[in-house]
Structure formats: C-alpha cells, structure tokens
C-alpha cells in the first residue's frame, strides 16, 4: 500500500507563490504515476498535473505556465509549485498514486491540503 500526507496549503494572496508537498510511505512510491488533484467548492475534483516514474510530466491545460509538478524518489515525496496564484485556484488540493500501465491496477489518495487564495 501507499500512504500519502500532503501539506503546504493555506490562505495566500492573488499573485502569490506556493509549493505543496506530497510524501509518501511504502514500497510503491518509485513505480507510482503520481499525481495532484483539485476540488473546488461545488465542483468535481479535476486533474492538476502528473508525473510518470522517470520523470514525464503532464498538465491541465487551465494551469499550464502557472504549475509545476516534481518528484523526489529518493525522498518518495512529489511537489506541486504553483505561481501567479489566482482566486480560481482556490480548491482542496489531493495528492494520488496509481499504477503504471504494466502494473495491476491500484490508486491511493491523501486527504487533501486546502489552499485558499484571497487578499
């Protein structure tokens, strides 16, 4: 299994910087496509970014310029960077891990970091 715990959210201005981290336990980190997720008051939860095992990296079209996803295996952490912060990124931000396309299906959630953005 794979236990993720995000953090770094919180109430930050228009305009601002902010990196949030995911870290994870377990064996499955190094194999694991991860990715961060949003949801937003009243809205489905969307895909934010991904990352593949090596590296690749795969972003909503809303947020590309503005978000950068990075991954540490060393540290089994992955992070999301997001600049230019704006009131339209304001959601729960979810950290999640599944499975590569030759691995049997698995996908494991955090329990989200809010991220508030407001002057």
Not at 26 to 51: C, D, H, K, T
Not at 80 to 103: F, G, M, W
Request: aromatic share 8%; hydrophobic share 30%.
């Amino acid at each position: 299994q794979v236990q993720l715990v995000e953090s770094g959210g919180g109430l930050v201005q228009p305009g601002g910087t902010l990196t949030l981290s995911c870290a994870t336990s377990g064996s499955l980190f190094g194999i694991s496509i991860m990715g961060w997720y949003r949801q937003a008051p009243g809205n489905q939860r969307e895909l934010v970014a991904e990352i593949t095992p090596d590296g690749n990296t795969d972003y909503h079209d809303s947020v590309k310029g503005r978000i950068s996803i990075s991954r540490d295996n060393a540290k089994n952490t992955v992070y999301l960077q997001i600049h230019s912060l704006k009131s339209e990124d304001t959601a729960v931000y979810y950290c999640n891990a599944r499975n590569p396309p030759s691995v049997i299906r698995y996908s494991y959630w955090g329990e989200g970091t809010p991220v508030t953005v407001s002057s």
